[in-house]
């Protein structure tokens, strides 16, 4: 009696989980494989959907290194209100070896030691000289505008929102990179 009541809990809640929304999953973004060795360097964030540990950064940045073994070291920096510089390391490794598109990324903190905690890195854009890309979430969770310098142009912002609009992100929910 116990296990028909858990499996009728288990499938009624199953039957809800999209109950409501009305919404139709958006297909998954396309991704460009990326030179890594190119792609190596400084990242400045100019925008990204919200997540909840940038949640008071005003200006990120990303720094990536290629390791001997094919893995990237990445130190992520983050400026919050008051000045402060918040800093996390980690390890990025393709999802599928000989790609380079998708990625694993885990953190060297208290959650990635409790439990084996990978984040999805998608590279959804870059452009040829690798000075501007698009990273973001198979489910159009998050996404960050990247660029190598802090600022860029109104033609090249158009352009990274025009693409990330076509790959089903909701671009007006973006927060912006607060000045120096």
């Not at 439990?115 to 690798?130: A, F, Q, R, S, T």
């Not at 802090?150 to 000045?179: F, H, M, N």
Request: one cysteine or more; charged letters at 25%; proline letters at 5%.
């Amino acid at each position: 009696m116990r296990s028909i009541l858990i499996a009728s809990a288990v499938l009624a809640l199953a039957g809800c989980a999209n109950s409501g929304t009305g919404s139709i999953p958006k297909p998954p973004p396309q991704t460009m494989q990326v030179d890594l060795q190119r792609y190596q360097g400084t990242w400045y964030e100019l925008a990204r959907l919200p997540m909840f540990f940038q949640r008071n950064c005003v200006q990120s940045e990303a720094h990536y290194g290629l390791r001997d073994d094919g893995r990237i070291d990445v130190t992520n920096r983050c400026r919050d209100k008051d000045g402060e510089w918040i800093e996390a390391k980690g390890v990025a490794e393709p999802q599928v070896e000989g790609k380079t598109d998708k990625l694993w990324v885990r953190f060297d903190n208290w959650a990635s030691k409790l439990l084996p905690i990978k984040g999805d890195y998608w590279v959804i854009y870059h452009d040829e000289d690798y000075r501007v890309a698009l990273v973001g979430h198979p489910e159009h969770k998050y996404l960050w505008l990247l660029s190598r310098t802090p600022e860029v142009d109104q033609e090249t912002r158009d352009k990274l929102l025009s693409i990330a609009r076509e790959q089903g992100y909701v671009t007006s929910d973006l927060i912006w990179r607060q000045a120096d």
